[in-house]
């Protein structure tokens, strides 16, 4: 499958640069899973559209502070973009780097005048690199990266952010993602209880969202991409409740890709199991979902694994149809923008 078939022009002025007021005030379009039909409505329209004993599942994965702005030791200012450890402890990261082409192996980052030092062990292409965290003495270096460290807004995002607690979700509480799980920045704590007192359960997974989120489709190919492993864990009572509720005939609706992707790794023989590891499960067009019946995601990027995963589950032409009709009535795309239920 053509990789340009998930291509779609978008006007860069169409691109949310910053949160609205409030977080619930989001636009929401509504697709159609099997027709195709589009309306559209406001985010709160949600609680409308869910029924007593359907269940929300959203990923719990907060944000780290792993934005490293440095100087390099001969001079010239460098970024670094933790991504996950690698191996055991906490020194080596699999990161991101720019300017990519000057960071070579033995280069140090002085991140906080010196505070924290950052080496390249390999600079893989691309960007990509493994990297080790150096210390002063008498300090941590996770304490450290939390301290100096900023959030690593997208690259599409121009502006810094006022309220850095407007890119994590309201519900936030393991650390180590590299991004935001989107579809969940429009909840607020006032909409979840009303989700819940009209019957809606709620559960959490927790997926810490890696490097594929940076990276777009640079295959002609979609089935050519190799998509990276993410961390994630599916708890014992969240299965529990997803299988009751699904024998009960109620609806699971997956609160993005991530709680999509997790979910369906975790489908076993035909039941919801209990997961702790690493997930590469790659969806595009052709896969067959277990879990998942319904879902609330963001707009995403052109040729991102993201838009595959979307149109995967609605079908490619009714996604692109209503990505067309979003631009057309100006819907905000990306992180901070509208939201978009397939149901």
């Known amino acids: 499958m053509r990789t340009d078939l998930f291509d779609y022009e978008l006007p860069h002025h169409l691109i949310a640069q910053r949160p609205l007021k409030r977080r619930d005030a989001s636009r929401l379009l509504v697709l159609g899973r099997e027709s195709g039909s589009i309306t559209h409505g ?12 359907d269940m929300l599942v959203l990923n719990r994965s907060r944000v780290r502070r792993a934005r490293l702005p440095g100087t390099l030791r001969g001079g010239g200012r460098a970024e670094i973009l933790l991504l996950r450890p690698w191996g055991a402890g906490a020194r080596v990261w699999e990161a991101l780097g720019r300017p990519a082409r000057r960071l070579r192996p033995g280069d140090r980052v002085a991140v906080g005048g010196g505070l924290l030092a950052v080496e390249v062990r390999e600079n893989r292409g691309g960007g990509e690199l493994l990297v080790e965290l150096h210390a002063q003495p008498g300090k941590d270096a996770e304490e450290l990266v939390e301290e100096l ?3 690593p807004l997208p690259p599409y995002i121009r502006e810094e952010l006022e309220d850095e607690e407007r890119y994590q979700t309201v519900f936030a509480d393991r650390p180590g993602s590299a991004a935001a799980p989107t579809a969940g920045l429009h909840f607020t ?4 209880k009303a989700l819940r007192e009209k019957g809606v359960k709620t559960g959490f997974v927790d997926l810490r969202i890696g490097l594929d989120t940076f990276r777009p489709l640079l295959v002609a190919e979609v089935e050519q991409h190799r998509i990276h492993s993410e961390e994630m864990e599916v708890g014992e009572g969240l299965c529990d409740d997803v299988n009751r509720v699904r024998a009960e005939g109620g609806r699971v609706l997956a609160v993005g890709t991530t709680v999509v992707r997790a979910l369906e790794t975790a489908w076993i023989d035909g039941r919801l199991e209990p997961f702790r590891g690493m997930t590469d499960l790659y969806i595009y067009p052709g896969y067959r979902f277990h879990c998942v019946d319904a879902l609330l995601t963001n707009f995403h990027l052109p040729r991102s694994t993201l838009l595959v995963l979307v149109c995967a589950f609605a079908g490619r032409e009714k996604v692109m149809a209503a990505y067309r009709e979003a631009v057309e009535r100006k819907y905000r795309f990306f992180s901070f923008g509208d939201a978009m239920l397939i149901i």
């Open 42 to 53: 406001s985010f709160t329209d949600l609680i409308d559209l869910l029924d007593e004993g």
């Open 189 to 192: 704590p006032e909409m979840l």
């Open 149 to 151: 460290g900023k959030l």
